[in-house]
């Protein structure tokens, strides 16, 4: 929380000299942004007896409408993470909790991976009486979210993993989502500083996409609902578009 509030701070403080400073030049016509952003989440719902902390990076775009603020975009992002909670090999160890292959003892580590991908609407509500851009950031939207987990065999030696029957263990689950972001962003008034920093919800209610598991020797039909909640910063380069529609500012 310390270093949130540092960074809010930090914004805060600096709109307010940057406005002043440049405020002749102004960044208050139409803009389209293009994003990319880091952030990382905790899971809840299904998904947190699956998987733990994860982590995303992303890239996207946007336009912001002039006078009222009104902001509409898509955007991506991969997730990654290494705190894999469900034990889907074990069936393979043995009862010191190992996995054996022709050459010994196997090298074989579980991780989590995904994707997800959105549209979004939201609104800029301006703080700042000389930077309109500077300010709380809103947005909702809908989306697609993909997990799974990632079984990766270092040496390539478990028969059991080799090929399509990876597939019976991975887990891969997706579906739809919807999405919630409330934050600070600031576009400077000279265009060099650009960012935002804010708090993610998502909701996605996926299922199992495989048509069996083979360590539970069952098809999984469960309908889930995963959740992530985090903390998400980035950058933005803006091309803003003047009232002359052939004057392009970036």
Same mark, same amino acid.
């Given at each position: 929380?310390?270093?949130l509030f540092?960074?809010?701070? #930090?914004? !805060?403080f600096y709109?307010?000299?940057d406005?002043?400073?440049?405020?002749?030049? +102004?960044?208050?016509?139409?803009v389209?942004?293009?994003?990319?952003?880091? =952030?990382? !989440?905790v899971?809840?719902?299904?998904?947190?007896?699956?998987?733990? %902390?994860?982590?995303?990076?992303?890239?996207?775009?946007?336009?912001?409408?002039?006078?009222s603020?009104?902001?509409?975009?898509?955007?991506?992002?991969?997730?990654?993470?290494n705190?894999?909670?469900e034990?889907?090999?074990?069936n393979?160890?043995?009862s010191?909790?190992?996995?054996?292959?022709?050459g =010994?003892l196997?090298?074989? %580590?579980?991780?989590?991976?995904g994707?997800?991908?959105? @549209?979004?609407?939201?609104?800029? &509500?301006?703080?700042? /009486?000389r930077?309109?851009?500077?300010g709380?950031r @809103?947005?909702v939207g809908?989306? &697609?979210?993909?997990?799974?987990?990632?079984?990766q065999?270092?040496?390539? %030696?478990?028969?059991?993993? &080799?090929?399509?029957?990876v597939? =019976?263990?991975?887990?891969?689950?997706?579906?739809?989502? @919807?999405? $919630?972001?409330?934050? *600070?962003q600031?576009?400077?008034?000279?265009?060099?500083?650009?960012?935002?920093?804010? &708090?993610?919800?998502? $909701?996605?209610f996926?299922?199992?996409?495989?048509s *069996?598991?083979?360590? %539970?020797?069952?098809?999984d039909?469960?309908?889930?609902?995963?959740?992530?909640?985090? #903390?998400?910063?980035?950058?933005?380069? /803006?091309?803003?578009? +003047?009232e002359?529609?052939?004057t392009?500012?970036?």
């Amino acid at each position: 929380m310390r270093i949130l509030f540092t960074f809010l701070t #930090f914004f !805060f403080f600096y709109s307010q000299v940057d406005a002043q400073q440049y405020e002749k030049r +102004g960044n208050e016509s139409n803009v389209l942004l293009a994003n990319i952003y880091y =952030g990382a !989440f905790v899971p809840g719902g299904d998904l947190k007896d699956r998987f733990g %902390t994860s982590f995303d990076i992303g890239v996207g775009a946007e336009y912001m409408l002039a006078k009222s603020n009104f902001l509409f975009g898509a955007g991506g992002s991969i997730i990654f993470g290494n705190e894999v909670k469900e034990d889907v090999l074990a069936n393979l160890r043995n009862s010191n909790g190992e996995i054996l292959s022709s050459g =010994g003892l196997s090298n074989v %580590t579980l991780r989590e991976r995904g994707y997800q991908a959105r @549209v979004y609407g939201g609104k800029l &509500f301006g703080i700042h /009486p000389r930077n309109k851009r500077s300010g709380i950031r @809103v947005v909702v939207g809908v989306g &697609f979210l993909q997990h799974k987990i990632r079984v990766q065999d270092n040496g390539n %030696t478990v028969t059991q993993l &080799f090929g399509e029957y990876v597939k =019976g263990y991975d887990r891969l689950s997706n579906g739809l989502s @919807v999405h $919630q972001y409330i934050g *600070y962003q600031l576009l400077s008034k000279n265009r060099l500083i650009n960012i935002h920093a804010g &708090f993610e919800f998502t $909701q996605a209610f996926t299922k199992n996409r495989r048509s *069996y598991n083979w360590d %539970t020797m069952s098809r999984d039909d469960t309908k889930k609902t995963d959740l992530l909640s985090g #903390f998400s910063i980035g950058w933005a380069l /803006p091309f803003y578009v +003047g009232e002359d529609e052939e004057t392009i500012f970036y």
